[in-house]
């Protein structure tokens, strides 16, 4: 089975706690992205990675942390500095790396409630 | 800054009506240009893209979008909408290789 894995879909965590939300791919694409998507404001660039061990803030990195160990993963790491935590988190891959003219492809998406 | 500026935030139309969705862009350069769309409990789907060439690009499900580069605008239309494109709209910009969308448009098609 092709594609995007975002886990798990629904996360809740207390306030104060780190969390880690997961993305896998098997596309062999060379970016991956995260985004955050709130009602009325589209989405938002956290981060984006075109190469393993790689990776550029977007707009809005501050209380985010990610990695970029391996191709197939992306994993994003939503500290306690994160003022606003709770939000609806999207990872996206596109083939990247010299063919930046390609569309991205999306997972399912991670729901994260802080409480 | 810059940005990517979608005009309507939420479009109410009778089925067979036509649609025009706005969508604006202040990066310089080349770009490449998408719509995505949303539907109610799904994920991002891809309508169309323009990366070059024809500025008149036909997507999925009847729509297509036009691309002016004087006017920095990438405009999606479709000229009878059905009950089933009830849905949130996105547009996308590609200065390079970051991707930054629009805050998004909802489109709600009375049947």
């Known amino acids: 089975d092709g594609g995007i894995t975002q886990s798990p879909k629904y996360l809740f965590r207390k306030e104060g706690q780190n969390v880690t939300l997961s993305c896998e791919q098997n596309l062999n694409h060379d970016a991956m992205y995260w985004y955050r998507q709130d009602p009325g404001q589209g989405l938002r660039l956290i981060y984006y990675s075109q190469i393993v061990n790689d990776f550029q803030k977007g707009d809005i990195a501050e209380g985010y942390s990610v990695s970029r160990e391996k191709k197939e993963s992306f994993p994003l790491t939503v500290t306690s500095a994160q003022k606003n935590p709770t939000a609806f988190y999207l990872c996206?891959?596109?083939?990247?790396?010299?063919?930046?003219?390609?569309?991205?492809?999306f997972g399912q998406g991670t729901r994260l409630t802080v409480v | 800054a810059q940005s990517v500026s979608q005009h309507n935030h939420h479009v109410i139309l009778s089925e067979a009506a036509s649609l025009e969705l706005g969508c604006n862009y202040s990066y310089g350069g080349t770009v490449n240009l998408f719509w995505y769309v949303q539907y109610p409990g799904q994920h991002l789907q891809l309508l169309l893209k323009?990366?070059?060439?024809?500025?008149l690009v036909k997507g999925i499900k009847g729509f297509e979008a036009e691309f002016i580069k004087s006017k920095f605008s990438f405009n999606l239309r479709k000229p009878s909408v059905q009950w089933s494109d009830t849905a949130e709209y996105f547009c996308?910009?590609?200065?390079?290789?970051?991707?930054?969308f629009g805050a998004g448009t909802r489109l709600t098609v009375k049947p």
């Open positions: 323009y990366f070059s060439g024809d500025p």
């Open positions: 996308a910009v590609k200065p390079g290789n970051d991707m930054r």
């Open positions: 996206a891959t596109s083939m990247g790396q010299g063919r930046w003219n390609t569309e991205a492809f």
